[in-house]
């Protein structure tokens, strides 16, 4: 396997520590995400005291509560932008910097996310309104699955990624009303005729939609 190379998890002495240090530091990601969360007030997990798999769609109040949502692959694709920028980028950076990366930005993120400032921006875009951010449990999922995008990133050839990506775009974009790049292009410079799409499969906008 390819990481096991860039690891060097072999039968030389240093394949446990190395192994041992990987899991400690994304664990101390995770902790970090969930005791910061906590201290400024995000519920542990959903209010309505149940934890989901899957919530089908982002005008439900359980989204960005449970344990995947269409989110879940803009969380993906996190991960596998690392990849495939350092692909293109850097080529020879080590495993363990390209690794580093992944974890310091997707704990940064689900911080950053829930700072004031960025929850007003998002509460400014309609498909948002009314978000007062992630649940605990939501947020180290988050993480979680953009870990597993890095990963499955270093499986694909570079195509493959970028195939991957595509994909998971469209099918967000096309079908929940919301993806990465449409996220990225209403927080930065809201179009309202992207409004007015979104809106269509609103239930609370379109009763029709219930």
Known sequence: MQLTGFLNWGKDGDANLTRTTTLT????????????????????????????????TVFSPDNSQHI??????SHILHGMLVVLVAR???????????FAIAMITGVAWEIIEHTEWVLGKFRA????????GDSVLNAVADYFWMLGGFFLARALPTL????VIVAFELIAAFVARDSLALTTLMLIYPVEAVETWQ???NPLANPEHQ
Not at 125 to 132: F, P, R, V
Not at 160 to 163: F, K, L, N, P, T
């Open 25 to 56: 530091s994304v664990l101390a990601g995770a902790g970090l995400i969930a005791l910061t969360l906590a201290f400024w007030g995000q519920p542990l997990i959903c209010t309505c005291n149940t934890v989901k798999l899957w919530v089908p």
């Open 68 to 73: 995947a949502d269409w989110y879940t692959l």
């Open 88 to 98: 293109l980028v850097v080529p020879a950076l080590p495993f363990a910097a390209l």
């Open 125 to 132: 875009t309609t498909i948002n309104q009314g978000y007062h």
């Open 160 to 163: 493959g990624i970028v195939a």
């Open 199 to 201: 809106q269509q499969i």
